[in-house]
């Protein structure tokens, strides 16, 4: 791994549940030795990156993430191309609507879109990288990728988050390859309790997958009418998305949005 990587991986640890981290706490999570974390947290800092704060002087993110964050938008406006469509999602749904990108070997929420129907919605958070193996996100982006860069991102240790999250490699192949024919993806329970959601893949201007757009609801309100509702509204706006970003669908997931709608 380079030097380059190890100081991205390191960027990588924080989130919204772990703002703040100590150079001993780094260390650790990361697996390398303090001398190199401190050598390659001192370089994240000077490029403004990561600051320093507090008595205790643990590392949060530097303003240069917001910058880059910013830039990117004004450069390749991802988020607000689909923006509208998330807001239509929820509306015509009553439903929490949300869109992921594909960055490297993460999948990271872009935006959401809560409906005013219903009083009890499912939450999301920007912060947090969907785990592939647990969601409907996740599944969705991996049935549209090809098996080998799909493998890779299932190696490792899949962690249980639910008592219903699936671990098993040939079950999750086998619901990988449903969602492909199906042309959208399925999670009951798996990454938050009682939270059933659908999700399709969406697709950039070189026509790989660059991330998922996904419905999720309580599982109560998931009945059969909703699910259809979901699924047909899922294809639409997925066809507008992945035009908006440049893109355009495979035609087998192209056809099988259109049947559904």
């Not at 240069?64 to 689909?82: C, F, I, K």
């Not at 992921?100 to 009890?120: C, E, F, I, K, W």
């Not at 996740?138 to 049935?143: F, I, K, P």
């Not at 040939?170 to 959208?184: D, K, N, T, V």
Request: glycine share 8%; hydrophobic share 45%; charged share 20%.
């Amino acid at each position: 791994m380079t030097t380059v990587a190890k100081a991205l991986d390191l960027l990588g640890l924080f989130d919204r549940a772990r703002p703040y981290i100590g150079l001993s706490e780094i260390a650790r999570l990361s697996g390398l030795n303090k001398a190199t974390c401190h050598r390659l947290l001192g370089d994240l800092v000077a490029a403004g990156l990561l600051e320093q704060v507090g008595p205790a002087r643990e590392y949060r993110l530097g303003p240069a993430v917001l910058r880059l964050a910013m830039l990117r938008e004004a450069t390749v406006p991802m988020r607000s191309a689909a923006r509208p469509e998330l807001e239509r999602l929820a509306e015509a749904t009553g439903e929490t609507s949300h869109v992921s990108v594909l960055a490297g070997q993460r999948l990271r929420p872009l935006d959401h879109a809560y409906s005013a129907r219903h009083p009890m919605r499912v939450i999301m958070s920007d912060a947090d990288d969907l785990p592939f193996h647990a969601t409907a996100s996740g599944l969705a982006v991996l049935a549209a990728l090809p098996q080998s860069q799909g493998a890779l991102l299932l190696s490792g240790n899949l962690p249980r988050l639910t008592p219903m999250t699936e671990t098993d490699p040939a079950r999750l192949a086998a619901r990988i390859e449903l969602a492909r024919r199906r042309g959208f993806a399925e999670s009951l329970g798996g990454y938050q309790v009682d939270v059933h959601s659908l999700a399709v893949p969406l697709f950039g201007a070189d026509g790989a997958c660059a991330g998922a757009l996904a419905v999720a609801a309580p599982g109560l309100r998931m009945t059969e009418t909703a699910r259809a509702l979901i699924r047909a509204e899922l294809g639409r706006a997925a066809l507008a998305i992945t035009t908006h970003w440049g893109g355009v669908p495979p035609d087998d997931f192209a056809a099988l949005w259109r049947q559904a709608a």
